[in-house]
């Protein structure tokens, strides 16, 4: 999955909110909600990089990358609207 997918499943969630969806729970809670789980990921990606290895270090950014993207949904960025900013 490229960033650019996970950024549109991420909107697609958001504007579905499924039933019974971790991250529907999520977008319920707000930017509260997300902020933290975003933080939480980065501090396990900071341990990984640190104690764990390349294959947990990969899995912790990739949740990143996830809420990342739910962030973005929350607050109505698109991708482009960051691109712009790199």
Known sequence: ?????????AASRKREMPAGS?????FEKGNHAIG?????EAAESWM??????????????????????????????TAEDVYTKL
């Open 1 to 9: 999955m490229t960033f650019d997918e996970m950024v549109a499943l």
């Open 22 to 26: 971790g991250t529907t729970a999520l």
């Open 48 to 77: 990984a990089a640190r104690f764990e290895g390349p294959e947990a270090l990969a899995l912790e950014l990739s949740q990143v990358l996830y809420y990342v993207a739910c962030m973005m949904a929350e607050n109505g960025l």
């Open 36 to 40: 933290k789980k975003l933080l939480e």
